[in-house]
């Protein structure tokens, strides 16, 4: 067995564990069901990532060769819909970025997600044959549009962080906040760690893919912590909060309940003179 296979291997392993986790714990939250679909495409572009190094031959290189970016680009579209989803969707789409709305920058990583995957999937111009090399093995090919891809990388970075940015600065509530800083923290890491070792090094000469789906396990499980923190918090802050308000109620009603015997009290004395406040009482509670 080829041992740089075995990261990915790892990974693909771990991220659907995650991925099932997260849906499990709450399959009718929004949330929930987007991050289940960022875990699951990262870990598909991880599977088949490691079957690409455990290839045999040339034939079975090239089948998985553009496997792991085609899911990698599908994700693009799940991982800008979630951070618009915890960061306050409605508000984050009518701000600027550059003069334009991010609402208009949406569509415009939606129309470019559809072009990377065309000339993925029809064409050598993004991903060219696969190469073989010792001892890595089977590793991607580069074409032509290699580096203008990036470019478009870069530019959903860029997005993505500044609605996250936004969406930390524009709320009051803690538990928001925390959630939006981890997810800011996991992406950035993910982003600066993926151009170093998916982009950065290879062109440089060093193939270490293998060691790339060490970004993808930090980002899922950085984001299903923050994820579900944000939904243990709620809970908590909910369950706090309806017990400070029954037990304002139950003082509220012992204090009315109190006036309403002294009221009464009160009354006796002009309706029943001789009647005594210990004898009142006894017919009150008799």
């Known amino acids: 067995m080829n041992p740089y296979a075995l990261p990915p291997i790892v990974a693909f392993a771990l991220l659907l564990v995650l991925s099932l986790a997260v849906i499990f714990q709450n399959a009718r939250d929004v949330n929930n069901r987007l991050l289940f679909a960022l875990c699951l495409g990262m870990a598909l572009a991880n599977g088949s990532s490691g079957m690409l190094h455990l290839s045999s031959g040339e034939t079975q290189a090239i089948f998985w060769n553009k496997w792991p970016y085609f899911f990698g680009v599908a994700s693009f579209i799940v991982e800008l819909e979630y951070i618009l989803q915890i960061s306050g969707r409605q508000n984050r789409l009518k701000e600027l970025f550059l003069r334009v709305p991010i609402g208009l920058h949406r569509w415009v990583i939606y129309v470019g997600v559809f072009f990377t995957l065309m000339a993925l999937i029809f064409t050598d111009l993004l991903i060219a044959p696969p190469e073989y090399f010792s001892p890595t093995g089977w590793e991607h090919g580069y074409g032509p549009l290699f580096i203008p891809y990036i470019g478009f990388n870069l530019y959903l970075m860029v997005c993505s962080l500044l609605v996250l940015y936004r969406g ?3 709320t009051p509530d803690p538990i928001k906040k925390r ?41 899922c499980l950085l984001m299903t912590y923050g994820l579900m923190r944000m939904q243990w918090d709620t809970i908590k802050d909910l369950k706090n909060g309806l017990e400070e308000t029954v037990a304002l109620r139950t003082q509220a009603l012992k204090n009315a309940n109190q006036r309403l015997q002294e009221a009464q009290i009160q009354i006796s004395k002009y309706i029943d003179p001789p009647c005594g406040r210990e004898d009142l009482q006894g017919r009150i509670y008799s």
Do not use: C, E, N, W
């Not at 959630?179 to 270490?208: C, E, H, M, S």
């Open 168 to 170: 930390v600065a524009s």
């Open 179 to 219: 959630i939006r800083k981890i997810t800011f923290a996991a992406f950035l890491g993910f982003d600066i760690y993926g151009f170093l070792v998916g982009v950065f090094l290879p062109f440089a000469g060093l193939q270490v893919h293998s060691l790339y789906s060490i970004g993808p396990i930090y980002m």
